[in-house]
């Protein structure tokens, strides 16, 4: 073992004598950051029964409102529409209305902006309003937000312009997303973990999760400052899945740890950051990447996903088609 020598462990010594509060506590800048979580029903939707479902959401809102953390999710109407369970399906939905939650368009079928023509496009946004329009009106809400599947905002700066002033003209603003720890990754492997009731497998997908979660932070948290000399309100993107629902709570410390306090996606849009110039276009990503990229400077060294949750889902999904939708 590395010996330290000895004045600086006297310091340091001195220094924990000296300051009565956590050195990170007393310094720890006031962070805000609001929840989404898309492809609801769920993300995993295919591999569920509607009761499934239901228990997933009934078990994921539970702790969101016993931690009084408001979130937006995002709903592709498509997943709906399964013979005999729409009902439940329906359900899951109005769990998160009646609980005090918000409801967005993610698109009927999770359809790429960047895929197909924009014409087509705004018919998957304007077809994924029937059923959610109508439970919002329902509890005196409005369809006031839009996520693009893929984090898709188009392919050149005409197409991205036309889907925002499409997107504007029916009432809805768009909802980036600013920290992204690719949960809907783990989701597929953690779900059938759980169902084998491989209980290590799940302990080692949520390590993971929340060890890769504390590096994308690190990361973003520095980008942040680094662009706009603070950390402006944040947006985590995350998922319907068992992975959440099961562990959403330790998710939850880990950022309350770092500071953070939860706000309404309302709130988060406050911030000046989100007025900021985005002439980003090409592969969907992050909102702080397009900032960087917008000024020319390129995120350089971008947190590296572990590998072996890549190959363990892909593992899996060679065995069961089809494969699951990223974002
Ligand atoms: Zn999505």
Redesign the pocket.
């Known amino acids: 073992m590395k010996a330290f020598p000895a004045r600086f462990v006297f310091t340091v010594l001195l220094c924990g004598l000296a300051v009565p509060f956590p050195l990170h506590a007393q310094n720890a800048p006031p962070r805000s950051i609001a929840i989404t979580i ?2 609801l029903p769920a ?1 995993t939707a295919n591999l569920m029964t509607g009761a499934e479902i239901v228990e997933m959401t009934t078990k994921l809102l539970g702790t969101l409102k016993d931690q009084k953390v408001p979130a937006v999710g ?1 709903v ?1 109407e498509q997943k709906l529409y399964k013979p005999g369970e729409v009902d439940d399906r329906i359900k899951a939905l109005n769990l998160w209305l009646d609980n005090g939650f918000e409801l967005g368009n ?1 698109t009927y079928a ?1 359809t790429s902006l960047n895929r197909v023509p924009l014409r087509v496009w705004e018919e998957e946004v304007i077809r994924g309003e029937t059923v959610t329009s109508l439970l919002l009106a329902q509890h005196k809400m409005k369809m006031r937000y839009l ?1 693009h ?2 984090l898709d905002a188009g392919r050149d700066l005409q197409t991205r312009r036309e889907a925002e002033a499409f997107l504007s003209s029916r009432g809805y603003q768009i909802a980036p997303v600013t920290m992204d720890a690719w949960d ?1 990754m783990y989701a597929g492997v953690y779900h059938e973990a759980r169902k084998r009731g491989d209980a290590a497998l799940q302990k080692q997908l949520v390590e993971s999760y929340l060890s890769y979660t504390t590096t994308v932070f690190d990361y973003y948290e520095k980008l942040s400052r680094d662009l706009f000399s603070y950390e402006p309100k944040q947006i985590l993107l995350l ?1 319907g899945n068992w992975i959440e629902a099961d562990h959403i709570g330790e998710l939850i410390d880990l950022l309350r740890k770092r500071g953070y306090q939860f706000v309404t996606l309302e709130d988060a849009l406050g911030d000046p950051a989100y007025s900021s110039p985005d002439e980003y276009v090409g592969e969907g990503t992050g909102w702080l990447d397009h900032w960087a990229i917008t000024r020319g400077h390129p995120p350089q060294n971008e947190p590296v996903f572990p590998q072996w949750v890549i190959d363990k889902s892909r593992e899996l999904h060679r065995q069961a088609a089809p494969p699951p ?3």
């Open positions: 898309d492809d993300g995002f592709n993610h999770h996520r599947p893929y809907w998922h939708a990223a974002n």
